[in-house]
Nanobody, 124 residues
Framework: QVHLVESGGGLVQAGGSLRLSCAASGRTFSTYAIAMGWFRQAPGKERDFLAAIWWSGSRTYYTDSVKGRFIISRDNAKNTGYLEMNSLKPEDTAVYYC???????????????WGQGTQVIVSS
């Protein structure tokens, strides 16, 4: 059983930055997951897969829309993942979710554990 809680969302002006956190419960994240991913869903749009980080090694993945602006990271000892969001644009406005998978990290539909989401609003 995995419980994920996102935090760090809020209101920010275009060009600003936010850092989202995803705290995972349990003894260790690696006990029940291979990777943590970040997703977002804007009103009226489908859910987008943004980034993933493997819980061991150094592999990461970014989708083109956030590559060069967002940085995914983790702190294994704290069972916590992070998404640093820089140069934010109004089109980044969405509810952001973290999720965990015990399958292939790039297979977005296999993420089985989800947080409740945190809202990010970027003003013009």
């Amino acid at each position: 059983q995995v419980h994920l809680v996102e935090s760090g969302g809020g209101l920010v002006q275009a060009g600003g930055s936010l850092r989202l956190s995803c705290a995972a419960s349990g003894r260790t994240f690696s006990t029940y997951a291979i990777a943590m991913g970040w997703f977002r869903q804007a009103p009226g749009k489908e859910r987008d897969f943004l980034a993933a980080i493997w819980w061991s090694g150094s592999r990461t993945y970014y989708t083109d829309s956030v590559k060069g602006r967002f940085i995914i990271s983790r702190d294994n000892a704290k069972n916590t993942g992070y998404l640093e969001m820089n140069s934010l644009k109004p089109e980044d406005t969405a509810v952001y979710y973290c999720a965990a998978t015990n399958g292939p990290p790039l297979s977005q539909y296999e993420y089985g554990y989800w947080g409740q989401g945190t809202q990010v609003i970027v003003s013009s």
